[in-house]
């Protein structure tokens, strides 16, 4: 067990399982051998097969190339979509101030 697989929490180390699994039914529903997949993301076999695997300790960079070699790339810009991030909206709703009052500058004093 890597040390990232110590401790990631349970749910994220299912996820990452998951998208393994995904991985392979998309390649086996494209009709494409372990070994075109190798040749188009440019891994090594055992590497794919983590991937295949869900290895958590695999970089995202090899994640993202198998994903384009599906052609799947898109997907990747939309994993953390911040105009959907509520949490971060919450945090920045919570920092406006309660008033605006203009600056000095703003009135015409030098």
Not at 24 to 37: F, I, K
Not at 58 to 64: A, D, L, T
Not at 76 to 95: F, P
Request: charged share 35%.
């Amino acid at each position: 067990m890597s040390k990232i697989e110590e401790v990631m929490p349970a749910n994220l180390k299912r996820a990452i399982k998951k998208l393994g699994r995904d991985i392979n039914t998309a390649r086996r529903r494209r009709q494409l051998t372990v070994e075109m997949m190798m040749q188009r993301a440019s891994i090594s076999k055992p590497t794919y097969l983590r991937v295949e695997k869900g290895d958590p300790s695999v970089s995202f960079g090899i994640y993202c190339m198998v994903l384009f070699a599906l052609g799947e790339a898109e997907r990747i810009k939309d994993l953390l979509d911040i105009s959907r991030d509520e949490t971060g909206l919450l945090l920045d709703e919570a920092r406006l101030p309660k008033r605006v009052r203009p600056k000095k500058s703003d009135l015409g004093v030098v």
